[in-house]
């Protein structure tokens, strides 16, 4: 024997908001992370190449190729490098095709998890690199790094490094609504891996065959139109060529 019990349980839920003062109880949770490097911020850091900046931030990890990423578990296709928001993605080898120079950045953007609707067919993240821009008025610089006067008589080794960077801008001839900028950078190094070791291998302190010659330019003019329309135009050139020494063949009797 049993009985069939049938109860009618009313809920009354209060849509109103507790609030003290301005401040409202509710709170917005962050899904996504920007890491923004300046020039100056660059600079300071030992790195020359604006894509070994990833290094730096959470989140990502290096595929032990070279400048070749991960962020937050995403395949390297699911990557976008772009350069003032346009894409630079070698198709072939899901790698960058152009990338600017240390003098010609003005600041790099990393983005983590989502992003701006203007990218586009990315889902791992961004790397967003914004090239500097003639002023109004002219400005340059010129640099060089040199291991010129070391070496072995001060009890200093030499890899054989060489660097070479200058850059120019301003207004482009007369006319004041046109900006044009150029930069180039020349680096060279007679081992490109320097190591300690070498010195066990070779008393001159670095590996035969092991050099790397590296040489960029980048160049861009801008116009405004209107105060809130402007046209940008650049161009750029990378040639980077390199040799790498592999010990092996040192005790092939062949």
Known sequence: NYKVITSNI???????????????????????????????????L??????????????????????????????????????????????FND?????????????????????DAKYGRITGGIINIIPRYGKSKYHFNVSTISEALTGLWIGARNYGYRLYEGSFGGPFYDFPRAKFFVSFEYRKMDDRTPSPLTTMLYPVGKLPGNNENYSSFFANLSYNIRENIKVESG????????NTYNILFRYDID
Request: glycine letters at 8%; charged letters at 25%; hydrophobic letters at 35%.
């Open 235 to 242: 161009c750029g050139i990378n040639n980077k060529k390199f």
């Open 46 to 91: 030992p790195i020359r190449d604006a894509l070994s900046l990833p290094e730096l931030v959470p989140g990502i990890t290096h595929l032990g190729r070279e400048n070749t990423y991960s962020i937050r578990g995403s395949r390297t296709d699911e990557i976008g490098y772009f350069i003032d928001g346009m894409p630079v993605r070698n198709f």
């Open 10 to 44: 009313k809920f009354k839920i209060d849509t109103s908001m507790t609030e003290t003062g301005t401040n409202s109880i509710r709170k917005c949770i962050p899904v996504s992370s920007k890491n923004v490097f300046k020039l100056s911020k660059i600079k300071n």
């Open 95 to 115: 790698d960058y095709s152009f990338i600017l120079h240390q003098n010609a950045i003005d600041k790099v953007e990393i983005y983590r998890g989502w992003f």
